[in-house]
């Protein structure tokens, strides 16, 4: 059984910032992606911020230069940094995980229960 804990939503002001947390647990052999995609009222689904094993990293246009994607590889964990928060980043943000549980069986993908985001004043 493979689980993702998110944590770090809440409520903040425009301007201000936020640090999302999301820990894999379980029968994981690799984790190839780890990433955080958001979801806004009557609106699809949508990538924000996404980290691969080998360091790469890739954004949505809307959040570079204010979103920070971040793994700790030994935790399995990745963490989203997010500064000069807009109203517009209202939304569920959801963390994705893409697994190996062999080297023969996967990739698997699993998302989290989504944390919800505000910012408002």
């Known amino acids: 059984q493979v689980q993702l804990v998110e944590s770090g939503g809440g409520l903040v002001q425009p301007g201000g910032s936020l640090r999302l947390s999301c820990a894999a647990s379980?029968?994981?052999?690799?984790?190839?992606?780890l990433g955080w995609y958001r979801q806004a009222p009557g609106k699809e689904r949508e990538l924000v911020a996404s980290?691969?094993?080998?360091?790469?990293?890739n954004y949505a246009d809307s959040v570079k230069g204010r979103f920070t994607i971040s793994r700790d590889n030994a935790k399995n964990t990745v963490y989203l940094q997010m500064n000069s928060l807009k109203p517009e980043d209202t939304a569920v943000y959801y963390c994705?995980?893409?697994?190996?549980?062999?080297?023969?069986?996967?990739?698997?993908?699993?998302w989290g229960q989504g944390t919800q985001v505000t910012v408002s004043s």
């Open positions: 994705k995980c893409t697994y190996q549980r062999d080297s023969f069986r996967g990739p698997y993908d699993l």
């Open positions: 379980g029968s994981i052999f690799r984790i190839n992606v």
């Open positions: 980290s691969t094993s080998i360091g790469s990293t």
